[in-house]
Nanobody, 122 residues
Framework: QVQLVESGGGLVQPGGSLRLSCAAS????????MGWYRQAPGKQRELVAK???????TYSESAKGRFTITRDNTKNTMYLQMNSLTPEDTAVYLC????????????????WGQGTQVTVSS
């Protein structure tokens, strides 16, 4: 079985920072791309940032210059450093990963974490 677990969310004031983590565990052969998405109440889920296995990154316009996505392939863990946070960043942040299982069935597909709440408020 494969599991993704996010952590690091919380309440922060505008202008503050948070670092989110996403740890993948279970029967994993490899992880290709990984990404962070967010979803606010009543709004559509949107991509915040993504990173390939080789470390190539893509950011949304709102995240660019403020957020940094990284990954540690030796730990099957991805991070999102968020700086200069604004109330518009308030959302549930979800981890996504393209994973190939190491055990039968050798399935490759998208896995999602349960999400971690980020609230930016004064």
């Amino acid at each position: 079985q494969v599991q993704l677990v996010e952590s690091g969310g919380g309440l922060v004031q505008p202008g503050g920072s948070l670092r989110l983590s996403c740890a993948a565990s279970g029967s994993i052969r490899s992880i290709n791309g990984m990404g962070w998405y967010r979803q606010a109440p009543g709004k559509q889920r949107e991509l915040v940032a993504k990173i390939t296995n080789g470390g190539s990154t893509t950011y949304s316009e709102s995240a660019k210059g403020r957020f940094t996505i990284t990954r540690d392939n030796t730990k099957n863990t991805m991070y999102l450093q968020m700086n200069s946070l604004t109330p518009e960043d308030t959302a549930v942040y979800l981890c996504n990963a393209d994973i190939t299982r190491s055990n039968w069935p050798y399935y490759r597909g998208d896995y999602w974490g349960q999400g971690t709440q980020v609230t930016v408020s004064s």
